[in-house]
T-cell receptor, first 112, second 114 residues
Framework: KQEVTQIPAALSVPEGENLVLNCSFT??????LQWFRQDPGKGLTSLLL?????REQTSGRLNASLDKSSGRSTLYIAASQPGDSATYLC???????????FGTGTRLLVSP | DTGVSQDPRHKITKRGQNVTFRCDPI?????LYWYRQTLGQGPEFLTY????????KSRLLSDRFSAERPKGSFSTLEIQRTEQGDSAMYLC????????????FGDGTRLSIL
């Protein structure tokens, strides 16, 4: 059974810092991995999707990497801003299935 | 894309009542998913539709839960005889036919059971 873990559970940084969020998964037979952002009381916003054959994806100040063999992904946020404050969720889709398996998220607070 | 739309945004009901939620996916997205999220947790998968066919169901989806997607467009999720433990945010997501496309989520329906 796939299990996804995100560390740290919460992170507080001053504006302008670069930061890394971590995601690990127990079964390396994944089809893809997706990073999401969730604001309080809202749904999820898709940030990046990495296919199992890819090593990284970039969008603006965000860069996500994937090391499938070791069961790890990282989300790098450059030059953080207060507007980046949210919960960041990692989710994997196992090969042969449609569903996403989510971690419990990292709650990020960026202070001005 | 106008985004995934869910209705209602909030539902408060008494234990034992039936509730129904609606999801309108992004147009031309033939894949539709339902998830449930409780406070402080990540979403948990409930069920998946490809067009009108329900192809995956979680063991979380007890016999009190039923989902439909009658014409392969909008979907409904019904909970019968609601229980306290059903209180959660119910999220709908959709994706394009290409299986490596990302899932896009709506803002959810928050269900509170009194």
């Amino acid at each position: 059974k796939q299990e996804v873990t995100q560390i740290p559970a919460a992170l507080s940084v001053p504006e302008g810092e670069n930061l890394v969020l971590n995601c690990s998964f127990t079964d390396s037979a994944i089809y893809n991995l997706q990073w999401f952002r969730q604001d309080p009381g809202k749904g999820l916003t898709s940030l990046l999707l990495i296919q199992s054959s890819q090593r990284e994806q970039t969008s603006g100040r965000l860069n996500a990497s994937l090391d499938k063999s070791s069961g790890r992904s990282t989300l790098y946020i450059a030059a953080s801003q207060p507007g980046d404050s949210a919960t960041y969720l990692c989710a994997v889709r196992d090969t042969g299935f449609q569903k996403l398996v989510f971690g419990t998220g990292t709650r990020l607070l960026v202070s001005p | 894309d106008t985004g995934v739309s869910q209705d209602p945004r909030h539902k408060i009901t008494k234990r034992g009542q039936n509730v129904t939620f609606r999801c309108d996916p992004i147009s031309e997205h033939n894949r539709l998913y339902w998830y449930r999220q409780t406070l402080g947790q990540g979403p948990e998968f409930l069920t998946y539709f490809q067009n009108e066919a329900q192809l995956e169901k979680s063991r979380l989806l007890s016999d009190r839960f039923s989902a439909e997607r009658p014409k392969g467009s909008f979907s409904t999720l019904e909970i019968q005889r609601t229980e306290q433990g059903d209180s959660a945010m119910y999220l709908c997501a959709s994706a394009r036919g290409d299986s490596n496309q990302p899932q896009h989520f709506g803002d959810g329906t928050r269900l509170s059971i009194l």
